[in-house]
Nanobody, 118 residues
Framework: QVQFVESGGGLVQSGGSLRLSCVAS????????MAWYRQTPGNQREMVAL????????KYKDSVQGRFSISRDNAKNTVYLQMNDLKPEDTAVYYC???????????WGQGTQVTVSS
């Protein structure tokens, strides 16, 4: 079955860094664009970064551009999110999923909590 397992979150001070990982299973990982999303209570999940299946192209939410970097290892079915210069407004639960022209798999992982203190 399709499964996404996120890890790497934690509590960090403003200006700090974290590296998130997401291992996917049950999908042909190397044919899908992959994305990281985040969600805060009472708000919809939003995309923060996307990487194409080959890893050749990336795109970012404006507010994280220049601070976050998405990468992938197709041999390990893993996508990463390096987050630098973290800000309190980055506090959220972070999830990954495949992105096929804006359509995700219906399965979502448990996410990983990122908390940035000021």
């Amino acid at each position: 079955q399709v499964q996404f397992v996120e890890s790497g979150g934690g509590l960090v001070q403003s200006g700090g860094s974290l590296r998130l990982s997401c291992v996917a299973s049950g999908i042909r990982f190397n044919v899908y664009d992959m994305a990281w999303y985040r969600q805060t209570p009472g708000n919809q999940r939003e995309m923060v970064a996307l990487i194409t299946w080959s890893g050749d192209n990336t795109k970012y939410k404006d507010s994280v551009q220049g601070r976050f970097s998405i990468s992938r290892d197709n041999a390990k079915n893993t996508v990463y999110l390096q987050m630098n210069d973290l800000k309190p407004e980055d506090t959220a639960v972070y999830y990954c999923n495949a992105d096929s022209s804006g359509v995700n798999f219906r399965e979502w992982g448990q996410g990983t909590q990122v908390t940035v203190s000021s």
